[in-house]
């Protein structure tokens, strides 16, 4: 009998000069674009992906789908907000598989009617945190709040809003989070791959 697929919350960003200090004085771009990279080898397919489409990560994960040699389409899910439809990187065309969630008219309202959905209506073995600003500290409360059994990473090595997450609710726990830079092995160890 085959083993049930489970699936993994990723919120992910490269903090952009201008937005809050806080995020971009403390962002690793190389970090955040090699532990993305390192999540989609790894964990896909055993793992199903979902993310909402940030313009800096869905070509990441499109490389990855393009190149892998593997058919891993149907282990990702990417969520889009129609509110930034003229935006979509060209990178969605890669992806099989997009939700696309109502422009509810306003930036912020489409925004959290997408989180409504993509956190709303699966279910998450873990989620995982990498650089970011604002939007990934709001998913993690989303996350933790919607999946309190599920397991947690904020890749604080990346900086960003995972640090900030990682330094409120960790104290110094989980000390490979901070550390580990070596991201597939880290992935393989965090995900029991």
């Known amino acids: 009998m085959a083993q049930k697929q489970l699936n993994i919350f990723l919120s992910a960003s490269i903090p952009m000069l201008g937005r809050d200090e806080r995020y971009f004085k403390t ?15 790894v964990a896909l397919p055993k793992y ?12 990441l994960i499109a490389s990855i789908l393009q190149h892998s040699g593997l058919d ?28 696309k969630t109502n422009d509810m008219g306003d930036k912020d309202l489409s925004i959290e009617e997408m989180r409504k959905h993509m956190l709303g209506d699966n279910e ?3 989620g995982i945190f990498i650089g970011g600003m604002e939007g990934v500290e709001d998913e993690y409360t989303m996350f933790t709040q ?3 059994e599920a ?20 104290d110094g726990k989980e ?10 092995s880290l992935f393989k160890d965090l995900l029991n791959l």
């Open 48 to 59: 199903k992906l979902i993310w909402g489409g940030h313009p800096s990560i869905t070509p």
């Open 146 to 148: 919607l999946h309190p």
């Open 72 to 99: 891993i389409q149907s282990s990702v899910i990417l969520y889009q907000s129609t509110y930034f439809e003229q935006f979509f990187p060209l990178e969605n065309e890669s992806v099989a598989h997009i939700i």
């Open 124 to 126: 998450f073995y873990a």
């Open 27 to 41: 962002a690793d771009t190389i970090a955040i674009r090699d532990s993305v990279l390192a999540l989609a080898s």
């Open 151 to 170: 397991k947690v990473f904020p890749l604080a090595s990346t900086g960003g809003a995972a640090k900030i997450i990682y330094d409120k609710y960790f």
């Open 175 to 184: 000390p490979e989070l901070c550390i580990n830079l070596a991201y597939s």
